[in-house]
């Protein structure tokens, strides 16, 4: 207002008079309602701060499960790595084993096969032997049957 006065009547100038009362009135009408506003604001976020909390609370226990599953999970990938490394294991001697009875099972097969053939060489020679034997066996048959007309005749 443009009060043109003493100072000791500007208090009742403000009191009764000045056309800034109604202003004045409304000013803290218009905080009250601010800081209702403000209130209701601060319960909200309140209300938000308490929902991130327990929802950060329930993410925290999630991620603790999480965890515990994941030292599970890699508890297991590292047993079945240490089961298939020691099947590995197994599975290569049993290869180096097997290939070792097959070397042997190859040499007496080897074996028998040259024993086979002396066998066979043996056979052809007793047989040539006892074709031969026979032929003498002829022969001496012969010159016995000659050897026998001869003493009969006599």
């Known amino acids: ?7 000791k009547d500007l208090k009742d100038h403000l009191d009764k008079s000045c ?3 109604p202003v004045k009135q409304s000013i803290p009408l218009e905080i009250v309602n601010e800081l209702n506003v403000i209130t209701k604001q601060m319960r909200e976020l309140q209300n938000v701060v308490k929902i991130q909390i327990v929802l950060s609370y329930f ?3 999630q991620i ?3 965890k515990v ?3 599970k999970k890699d508890e297991q990938i590292f047993e079945l790595t240490k089961d298939i490394q020691q099947f590995k294991m197994e599975m290569s001697q049993t290869i180096v084993d097997l290939k070792k009875q097959q070397n042997q099972q190859n040499q007496q097969i080897g074996n028998l096969k040259h024993e086979l053939q002396e066998k066979d060489q043996t056979i052809n020679s007793l047989k040539i032997n006892n074709i031969e034997l026979n032929k003498q066996l002829e022969q001496y048959q012969i010159k016995f049957n000659e050897y026998k007309q001869n003493v009969e005749t006599k």
């Open 64 to 66: 603790k499960d999480l």
């Open 1 to 7: 207002c443009n009060f043109k006065g003493k100072m």
């Open 19 to 21: 056309n800034l009362i």
């Open 69 to 71: 599953e994941s030292l």
């Open 59 to 61: 993410l925290f226990e």
